[in-house]
């Protein structure tokens, strides 16, 4: 989504240094193209660019540069003009860009910053990557339970410039316990002298810092809110989780879980940004691996040697076979893989999923069967149309019940489900495959 | 997520018909939990159980079930009842259930019904599944641009309870074209006496209702917003699309892309509901068609008949091989799917990808060869390691860059490119794979 006439402006903005031919971008564009348009840049001329912007927009742009480039901006600043401009970062970006900085760039930062601002980038920074507490945000506006709506207003107007969103509102008491919620739309409509405990919602939605991102977010969605409390285990609050930071950790889980099913490590790229090492670092260990699977069959193989060599018509029908196996199991596997994800199904479900894939499993090879015997009957007879009509049916059963039970053994394992990818599946299908199908020509065959 | 108490309470509130203990539940859980729990139930008691609740909340519950049930339990409600419940509910849920609705149920409820609320529903249902105006709303609020401040949040008081959101406003001319877009923080933020003009933001950020769903959703969570405005292609407002149903279609779409790379269908129910049929109806079209596929390759082995009679052992390395080169293709496939869904890629990068891709598959295939050498090396001597080795690296560039341009092709031949699954590209690696591994041992060997 670049915007030529956006990037011809700034280009001109840096080589005139031209502070309101830059400024007057904003005009017309938002900070997110903005931004977007200033990561093209290199990261001298996008701190040059930076430069030109006031303080409160630098912040706001700043914000939209790829973790590892604010980084790279950031080294080129000076001390006060860095701590000036973290002061003005929300504060769960400036935690992001924090956790970015190596020892000696945190050392030159914290002593710039107040002592509140050092203690909140430090503790939103601890969480660790992918949990609630790594997306939430401390700029949360906070409400007391005997205040009256007017004043409730009045003191959201006042904090409004420093949060991240003052639509929904936390009534805390002295230990900062949630003791309810309360909408700026409710408030609005509420009688001005109505209190704050009889206008707030008691049923509480909220998570703790130690849950996943996944889970902030399907909370969110599941009760259409805007945003998320996120309490330690006294019911203490500890931060807020935002719906457009739920939902950009949303669509980063959907990738990644998208490039787990084929077997591709966690990329912290974009596929057309991710250098050649990356793509291939993250793609060989799985290939590999999947490479001294596969060969459990090449020694399922050879143990059948004399039957291949008797009768060569069989091996017309092994990729077949093991291929559609692989094509029933992947497809078991990514209807588990995503149900477990979004919750429609869970851990103890296996069950009844098990019973149901064994008819379905059943239904799906016989109608292949069918498809495959006229071939073998063509090839080989009817003996052998025989043996890949039955190998197929059970093929198939076999690789539909190891793909919907391997995300579930995952999920008990303790290992994302998604690790259960197609690749994966393909691979234990074709090992199961070559001895069914083998197996039985050679009862059938006599060999 | 069921929860066993409410589920009890829900019960014996249907048993003894008590409005004052299932009301009661309100206070305790929200919305969307009771609704949810009421889908547990048969129509008929779901229905029973809806009539216990006061109209306003009986209309938000009822829209937590699912589509095909909602049917249901309009068909069990009088004419008139019907007609108050669809009146109370919000404008893009009502037009979601009149689609569900049959000819005589909808010839039954429009009398009821205002005649702007028939024309709205009429409206909002006229949009194609997928599209941005399938899942708009009209409940959103406007401003004129030469109000002040004051009367811009008096009005925005008056219109709350209607509204689906009063956060984003819209400034409209008289045309209903938009001028300009405010938020109620920055109205807030407004002296009373500001006009709307002077604090209205006119970059506005907005989409027609042609639109894919998927885009709205990309265009809300690119630039935070809370809803997006639709238009007509003269500016004129259609609609907004509000961040949680976008946040909901985010999700169906990321199911539906998940399921597409394991060649299943669309469902329309979860997993754990959807029928044997449903569930088989899905997943047997794509397997039958990947079998007629999966011939070529045994007709392609067919053709390397003698050479396989005279080496059986170049058959053990057959399911490796073609498994390799089909989950390397998975790999690259679902990779370029993923990168194409978020926007990181566009059409015009395959070239550039390509490229890339011919280094990368090379690379991966070069690595595998090492491990496959001293396997071939072993069971079938230098001929046969130097065949396994050369076929692995050709196999795993070849499969890779299918992998890569079949969605780029598919998205040119207006096909969605989550069609390229991990099933497809595997059963055109084995074709690929069974000639390039036969036809170069043929050349080496000699046959």
């Not at 973290?86 to 900085?101: N, P």
Request: glycine share 6%; proline share 3%; net charge negative.
């Amino acid at each position: 989504m670049s915007q030529p006439q956006l990037k011809l402006t700034l280009e001109q903005g840096l080589i005139d240094l031209d502070r309101s031919l830059v400024r007057a971008t904003l005009d017309d564009y938002h900070y997110a193209d903005i931004g977007e348009e200033l990561a093209e840049f290199n990261s001298p001329e996008a701190k040059q660019l930076l430069s030109l912007f006031a303080l409160a927009d630098r912040a706001s742009l700043f914000a939209y540069l790829p973790p590892h480039q604010q980084a790279q901006v950031a080294a080129l600043m000076s001390r006060n003009k860095l701590a000036a401009l973290i002061s003005r970062m929300e504060a769960d970006e400036r935690a992001d860009l924090y956790k970015e900085l190596d020892e000696e760039q945190r050392a030159m930062i914290l002593p710039g910053l107040a002592q509140a601002e050092r203690e909140d980038i430090r503790r939103l920074a601890s969480y660790p990557e992918g949990s609630a507490g790594s997306i939430m945000t401390s700029d949360y506006a906070t409400l007391k339970e005997h205040w009256l709506a007017s004043r409730a207003l009045k003191q959201l107007r006042l904090e409004a410039p420093d949060k991240e969103t003052i639509y929904q509102t936390y009534v805390i008491d002295r230990e900062r316990r949630v003791l309810g919620t309360i909408s700026l739309r409710e408030l609005i409509l509420a009688s001005p002298d109505a209190m704050i405990k009889d206008l707030m919602r008691t049923d509480i939605v909220s998570i703790t810092v130690e849950n996943d991102q996944e889970y902030a977010t399907e909370q969110i969605r599941h009760y259409d809110l805007l945003a998320i409390p996120v309490v330690d285990d006294t019911q203490r609050m500890m931060g807020i989780i935002t719906y457009d930071d739920a939902m950009d950790a949303a669509v980063e889980e959907a990738t990644e879980d998208a490039q787990k099913s084929a077997s591709v490590g966690k990329l912290d790229e974009s596929v057309d940004r991710a250098s050649f090492w990356q793509l291939y670092s993250k793609r060989i260990p799985w290939l590999v691996l999947l490479v001294f699977g596969a060969m459990f069959s090449g020694a399922g193989l050879a143990h059948f040697e004399d039957i291949i060599a008797n009768h060569v018509v069989l091996v017309f029908f092994l990729p077949l076979l093991i291929g559609s196996g692989g094509n029933a199991g992947s497809q078991a596997a990514a209807l588990m893989v995503r149900a477990l994800a979004t919750g429609d199904v869970g851990k103890g479900d296996w069950a009844k999923l098990f019973t149901k894939e064994l008819l379905i499993g059943f239904s799906l090879g016989a109608t292949m069967a069918i498809a495959v015997f006229a071939l073998g009957l063509w090839r080989g007879g009817i003996d052998v149309a025989a043996i890949v009509a039955v190998a197929m049916v059970i093929i198939v059963m076999f690789s539909s019940l190891i793909g919907l039970s391997l995300p579930f053994l995952l999920s008990k394992l303790k290992v994302d489900p998604a690790t259960a990818s197609g690749p994966l599946v393909a691979t234990i299908a074709d090992v199961g495959g070559v001895l069914i199908y083998f197996g039985l020509a050679s009862t059938v065959l006599g060999l």
